[in-house]
């Protein structure tokens, strides 16, 4: 927090997955949904899980999301934001 505060916010961050998938969750059907851009009919389901194992609270997307990336996640119907071209969903406490 202090770089951006001391840079005046001027920086520009890393956009993407530019690790490796951890052991733990690389044979999950949803990291592979995520992964390859096409989400699978359980979607819904093992995100909400994966949020809720994970203490996942936010999910945010740009643009440069995949069609079929964006039109799952707006389909869950969950609390969104839209802040500048970032959109911002709200996990729900519960379903």
Known sequence: MYYQYSSGMEFKQ??????????AFSNLPLIASL???????????????????HAVIKII?????????????????????VVGTATIISVPSSQ
């Open 14 to 23: 890393a956009g993407g997955y530019v690790g490796t998938t951890p052991t």
């Open 35 to 53: 992964l390859n851009e096409m989400p699978d009919p359980n979607f819904k389901t093992d995100l909400y899980r994966f949020c809720k194992a």
């Open 61 to 81: 997307y740009t643009p440069s999301i995949s069609p079929y990336l964006k039109g799952a996640l707006e389909s869950l119907h969950w609390r969104t934001l």
